[in-house]
């Protein structure tokens, strides 16, 4: 198990590297990839289907079907498609980047308020120190809660917690946001769903109460960007991904053993698979590795929503799609459960619910042994 990078518990996590201070074109040993992993120059473009959500939506059959078709060929092959027309407020995101910017250029000291400890989901995090012990990733990042209940503000109350009126413009456009990729998430797994042969409103229901997670990246300028990686190769081990991108190129996927770009389109979501929601499709959608660059001339800010089940619903996949690409591939498993293991235990690459699987076994086994409740 890839256990080397992660750091214990007791670590000092509340060290920084102060991006943009003249030190920064040293770049600490710590930040520095071996040589396999950096990042090179004149990368090829992937092709990905450009999918009109609006088309999909109009009940137009042939429109149906190729939408249909598109992005069940993209999935097989690595996970990544592009969605268009998807009915968004762009003007909402433009102030989820304004937020962003704002957030990310305060004082040290007011962005720590929110720091995030080991092993917790949400808060700031400085390149991960306290957490991985080398081959840092250059970027500083803020996660924000959002659970899909009308009844609750969870992105604005974590906010006003931390903050309280201080910064709850903040919170508001966090909240209003995930209300709104919520529903969007829901619409993409109707349509996988459909992709799959499987009844829209069946994965509908398993994420119409997602308690998701709202990750805001903010990647500095970097004097030796060829030494490092914004984020290092890994697959989410979430379910599904909607990214939005600045107008800074750096996000990069590995298909084909090669590293392929997909440039950033303002008015577009780059959608991808995730670890969780591979296992749900029985292994049939790739969860893929992917990136992302830094370069010297200016900073890159990106907003991912992980859309993820409730904390106690079973990620199972469906009899009907198991029984068009036999055997089960993946034991019964709640989210909660790959989050742990990712957190503090393994570092997210191409082979995390490999090494899931007789990590789970283990725990049941503990819980078993010792009389506990198992991990389900």
């Not at 400890?117 to 996660?143: C, D, H, M, Q, V």
Request: negative net charge.
């Amino acid at each position: 198990m890839a256990t080397e990078c992660m750091m214990n518990s007791g670590r000092d996590s509340t060290q920084r590297v102060e991006f943009g201070c003249s030190e920064e074109s040293m770049v600490p040993e710590k930040f520095v990839w071996p040589d396999e992993f950096k990042p090179k120059e004149g990368l090829p473009e992937l092709q990905v289907p450009h999918i009109d959500l609006q088309k999909f939506l109009s009940g137009n059959q042939s429109d149906i079907e190729e939408t249909i078709r598109l992005v069940d060929e993209a999935c097989k092959k690595h996970g990544f498609f592009l969605l268009v027309n998807h009915g968004v407020d762009m003007e909402l995101v433009k102030k989820l980047h304004e937020c962003m910017e704002e957030f990310f250029t305060f004082p040290f000291d007011v962005k720590q308020k929110a720091q995030r400890k080991f092993g917790e989901n949400f808060g700031y995090a400085n390149s991960f120190i306290g957490r991985f012990s080398n081959k840092l990733p250059w970027k500083e990042t803020l996660s924000v809660p959002y659970v899909a209940d009308h009844q609750k503000s969870t992105a604005h109350d974590f906010i006003f917690q931390i903050y309280g009126n201080e910064l709850s413009h903040h919170g508001k456009v966090y909240q209003e946001c995930g209300e709104v990729l919520s529903e969007l998430g829901l619409k993409i797994v109707e349509l996988l769903g459909l992709c799959l042969g499987v009844p829209k409103e069946k994965f509908r229901k398993i994420y119409e109460d997602n308690e998701s997670i709202m990750r805001l990246n903010y990647y500095p300028p970097c004097e030796k960007p060829e030494l490092t990686l914004g984020t290092g190769p890994h697959c989410d081990p979430t379910s599904i991904t909607i990214l939005h991108q600045d107008h800074v190129s750096g996000l990069q996927v590995y298909v084909d053993d090669e590293w392929h770009t997909i440039p950033p389109t303002t008015d577009s979501f780059v959608i991808n698979i995730g670890d969780t929601f591979m296992a749900l499709t029985n292994g049939v959608y790739k969860s893929c590795l992917h990136r992302a660059v830094v370069n010297c001339k200016e900073s890159r800010k990106s907003m991912a929503f992980f859309l993820n089940p409730a904390a106690d619903k079973v990620v199972r996949a469906p009899d009907e799609v198991v029984e068009k690409n036999p055997p089960r591939k993946f034991p019964d498993f709640t989210w909660p459960m790959l989050l742990e293991l990712t957190q503090k235990f393994y570092r997210s690459d191409s082979n995390t619910l490999k090494a899931f699987i007789p990590w789970l076994e283990e725990q049941q086994k503990l819980a078993k042994d010792t009389n506990t409740a198992p991990p389900l």
